[in-house]
């Protein structure tokens, strides 16, 4: 999964230091989508070295100063084309979920887009099962992915039955015992 | 006298300027449709889809027929239908425009090869419906089962034998109603695949509304409406390259 683009994606938002971003993955997706606190740093460290973010030091009392990430413009069109541009199936549900919290108004198109992409591969898979020979297991890989696919685009219809109200939620709170780990 | 149809390649299955339905209440009237303008080009699959409410329905029968618009015009297969009398329309319905629906409401006394003899009757006599309505039927892959009565038949084949009826005197328009709407997913699967087909090898025109994005995956192009209005028209691609998963 690229925790690249989801981050680049966040900061969409605004400027975040690290721990938040963590907070808000784990918090929105947690636990299905697991992101390890250090991975989020390095991933920013790298992010910071190709050009993507900046970073501000913002002085704390007691504590070592914080780390406040902002994206370049190169960055900020990475966040945008990792939610809109196709991409790979187990990013579909990271995109969502960034995506209500960073394009709340765009959510809905975003839900489209997706949905016209996963079409696209769904047809694809359709016309490759047609010519594929009955040897090996080749049709039935194909047969489980083409069902699949036609399940996520039935969730992809309910999602927009709901945009409104899925749109309207707040921002998922971390739970305090994941807190703790993270913490440690 | 029958109309005749006046087809050139450039003549779309459907065309529609403008037209809207308007049904008159006892104190509000209530707009189904509202100014809707579209080609559907012949030999195509289209996916009308929308919420409950949003004017499938009534767009599907004001295209096959059903229905008058209260304004705007309409031509199927190159007709101005809106022009024609009742009796007219009923003719040109019968010999243009196939109907499915979710159910196949098949006849339960007859069989499945009479099911589809039943649809050409008032018009030609039964011995000329017989070899065409058997072709049909091994068309839509029953050759085995044309002596079956609906109850020996499975869902999903009795909604074949309602395709193979509803194309009886090659009609070149096919119009379904969520016609997958009691069927499970293998048999969907296996509807939508025909529907395809027979798109193909007999240059058929196909108009099916549908609630599920998954029947609507199999159009060459998807029309959405909402309110009344056509608020999306998607012509559907194919992906190129598919490659889901990498062993490593």
Do not use: C
């Amino acid at each position: 999964m690229s925790l690249q683009g989801a981050l680049a994606a966040l900061l969409l938002r605004g400027p975040a230091h690290g721990y938040e971003l963590y907070v808000t993955l784990e918090g929105e997706l947690g636990p299905l989508w697991v992101t390890r606190h250090s991975q989020v740093y390095l991933t920013l460290g790298r992010m910071q070295r190709d050009g993507l973010v900046r970073v501000r030091r913002v002085a704390q009392v007691g504590r070592p100063d914080r780390q406040v990430r902002s994206l370049t413009d190169s960055g900020r069109s990475m966040g945008r084309s990792w939610l809109f541009d196709n991409g790979p199936a187990e990013e579909v549900v990271v995109r969502l979920a960034v995506g209500r919290l960073v394009i709340r108004g765009q959510w809905g198109e975003l839900v489209e887009t997706i949905s016209a992409q996963r079409t696209a591969t769904l047809r694809a898979l359709r016309s490759l099962q047609q010519q594929t020979s009955t040897d090996g297991f080749r049709r039935e890989a194909l047969g489980i992915e083409i069902r699949r696919l036609e399940v996520e685009l039935r969730w992809l219809a309910g999602l927009l039955d709901h945009q409104a109200e899925i749109v309207g939620r707040p921002v998922a709170r971390l739970a305090p015992e994941l807190i703790k780990a993270a913490d440690a | 006298m029958l109309e005749r149809l006046n087809l050139t390649d450039a003549t779309p299955a459907v065309r529609l300027d403008n037209v809207g339905r308007v049904y008159r209440g006892p104190t509000d009237d209530v707009v189904a449709l509202d100014g809707v303008t579209l080609d559907l080009a012949r030999g195509q699959l289209t996916a009308i889809t929308g919420p409950s409410g949003s004017g499938k329905t009534t767009l599907l029968n004001i295209i096959a027929a059903l229905d008058r618009p209260s304004h705007g015009a309409l031509q199927v297969m190159g007709i101005a239908i809106g022009d024609l009398s009742e009796r007219k329309r009923t003719a040109f319905r019968a010999r243009t425009i196939g109907l499915v629906f979710q159910e196949p409401h098949l006849l339960p006394g007859l069989s499945a090869l009479e099911n589809v003899v039943v649809a050409g009757l008032p018009w030609h006599p039964r011995r000329v419906l017989e070899p065409e309505a058997a072709d049909l039927l091994a068309a839509v892959g029953l050759t085995g089962r044309v002596a079956f009565p609906p109850a020996r038949l499975s869902a999903g084949e009795r909604q074949r034998v309602a395709v193979a009826r509803a194309l009886l005197g090659a009609r070149p328009l096919l119009i379904a109603d969520e016609p997958t709407g009691n069927l499970d997913l293998a048999t969907t699967e296996e509807l939508m695949t025909l529907l395809t087909e027979l798109r193909d090898s007999r240059d058929l025109t196909i108009v099916v509304v549908t609630h599920d994005p998954a029947v609507a995956s199999y159009a060459d192009r998807v029309l959405k409406l909402s309110g009344g209005r056509l608020v999306s028209d998607q012509r559907l691609t194919m992906a190129t390259g598919v490659e889901l998963h990498e062993l490593e």
